[in-house]
């Protein structure tokens, strides 16, 4: 005979069975209790309005739906065993995504965007900052950011607030050395770092304008990575005078360093990576985390919903319509007479 395995989706529909069972209960009990003083309580016709046969039944379902709302929200953070739930995942988590961030002054030039009115840096932020909220739950980050060598700023952290702290305007620039934009140097020492991930669980990005020195002597692709993009921000067509060159994207650049990575360059200066590029990345838990938010809103509605019937409208309307006997009214008829 096997058990039943309780998961955060079959909680709440223990919790609620239970709490069906228990309100049925206390509702039979109440019942035989107010038979009892039935004159006392309704007059002396000894019954109620007959809309009141449904009130029993009414808490049933109230305090059943409470029950099961409150046990939906409470697996959202928790699991069953009061352990934290897995949204996001912990070090040994299956995918990884690293991002590799150009920080170099050239990212500041205000060429970027579907208007051609964003920096550089935040058409950055917004590509990057989409691809993360797309993530499943399974994937961790980390993040280096680069100028004229790179600065590892996060290693296999599970929760993308922090990355999404990098992305807004986090002052990384003050701990990068000044000098020229080293691209290849970057790419490398993210390709060190991720030497020891597991075998093909890295989805490495770089994002840049492609504006550095010469790239020389790329390291081989560790077995690690499993697929690599090259995300190009600011004008390909147009340039911007930057100290003593004119900058811009460099499609040849990245195109050559993407062929190097076994990669795909995109640009990204004036759309976003789609998801279907992104694959398993996003698809897997995608389902799951829209299901769970779906249901959550749900629950919150069942429970403001119930809570206000329950502990509200049923006692106005029990007080104020349940019965036709006014004890306090047939009180004053009778000392005024």
């Given at each position: 005979?096997?058990?039943?395995?309780?998961?955060?989706?079959?909680?709440?529909?223990?919790?609620?069975?239970?709490?069906?069972?228990?309100?049925?209960?206390?509702?039979?009990?109440?019942?035989?209790?107010?038979?009892?003083?039935?004159?006392?309580?309704?007059?002396?016709?000894?019954?109620?309005?007959?809309?009141?046969?449904?009130?029993?039944?009414?808490?049933?379902?109230?305090?059943?739906?409470?029950?099961?709302?409150l046990l939906v929200l409470l697996t959202v953070?928790?699991?069953?065993?009061?352990?934290?739930?897995?949204?996001?995942?912990?070090?040994?988590?299956?995918?990884?995504?690293?991002?590799?961030?150009?920080?170099?002054?050239?990212?500041?030039?205000?060429?970027?965007?579907?208007?051609?009115?964003?920096?550089?840096?935040?058409?950055?932020?917004?590509?990057?900052?989409?691809?993360?909220?797309?993530?499943?739950?399974?994937?961790?980050?980390?993040?280096?950011?680069?100028?004229?060598?790179?600065?590892?700023?996060?290693?296999?952290?599970?929760?993308?607030?922090?990355?999404?702290?990098?992305?807004?305007?986090?002052?990384?620039?003050?701990?990068?050395?000044?000098?020229?934009?080293?691209?290849?140097?970057?790419?490398?020492?993210?390709?060190?770092?991720?030497?020891?991930?597991?075998?093909?669980?890295?989805?490495?990005?770089?994002?840049?304008?492609?504006?550095?020195?010469?790239?020389?002597?790329?390291?081989?692709?560790?077995?690690?990575?499993?697929?690599?993009?090259?995300?190009?921000?600011?004008?390909?067509?147009?340039?911007?005078?930057?100290?003593?060159?004119?900058?811009?994207?460099?499609?040849?650049?990245?195109?050559?360093?993407?062929?190097?990575?076994?990669?795909t360059y995109l640009d990204v200066n004036d759309?976003?990576?789609?998801?279907?590029?992104?694959?398993?990345?996003?698809?897997?838990?995608?389902?799951?985390?829209?299901?769970?938010?779906?249901?959550?809103?749900?629950?919150?509605?069942?429970?403001?919903?119930?809570?206000c019937l329950y502990a509200v409208l049923l006692?106005?309307?029990?007080?104020?319509?349940?019965?036709?006997?006014?004890?306090?009214?047939?009180?004053?008829?009778?000392?005024?007479?």
């Amino acid at each position: 005979m096997t058990s039943m395995r309780l998961t955060p989706d079959t909680v709440p529909l223990a919790g609620a069975a239970l709490a069906f069972l228990l309100a049925l209960a206390a509702e039979w009990l109440q019942a035989r209790r107010i038979r009892k003083v039935a004159p006392l309580a309704f007059g002396p016709a000894g019954r109620p309005r007959r809309w009141v046969a449904l009130v029993p039944w009414v808490r049933v379902a109230a305090l059943t739906g409470i029950a099961w709302a409150l046990l939906v929200l409470l697996t959202v953070k928790t699991s069953v065993l009061g352990a934290p739930a897995a949204e996001h995942p912990a070090r040994d988590a299956a995918e990884y995504l690293v991002l590799v961030l150009d920080y170099s002054p050239s990212m500041t030039l205000p060429d970027s965007g579907p208007k051609g009115d964003q920096t550089r840096k935040d058409r950055l932020r917004d590509v990057v900052g989409s691809v993360v909220e797309r993530m499943g739950k399974q994937v961790a980050y980390t993040v280096l950011c680069f100028y004229t060598r790179a600065l590892p700023i996060a290693e296999k952290v599970s929760d993308r607030d922090i990355v999404r702290n990098v992305l807004n305007d986090l002052p990384i620039e003050y701990a990068l050395e000044p000098g020229k934009t080293d691209l290849g140097k970057a790419v490398n020492a993210a390709l060190d770092l991720i030497q020891d991930y597991p075998r093909k669980s890295v989805t490495l990005m770089i994002c840049t304008d492609g504006d550095t020195e010469a790239i020389n002597d790329i390291r081989p692709l560790p077995a690690s990575v499993r697929k690599a993009f090259v995300l190009g921000v600011g004008n390909i067509q147009q340039g911007s005078l930057m100290d003593d060159h004119l900058s811009r994207q460099d499609p040849l650049v990245l195109g050559a360093l993407a062929s190097h990575l076994n990669g795909t360059y995109l640009d990204v200066n004036d759309r976003h990576l789609a998801s279907t590029e992104l694959g398993s990345l996003c698809r897997a838990g995608d389902a799951s985390t829209a299901r769970a938010a779906g249901r959550d809103d749900v629950a919150l509605v069942v429970l403001a919903t119930f809570s206000c019937l329950y502990a509200v409208l049923l006692p106005l309307a029990l007080e104020f319509g349940g019965s036709d006997w006014r004890p306090l009214a047939a009180r004053q008829t009778g000392v005024a007479s």
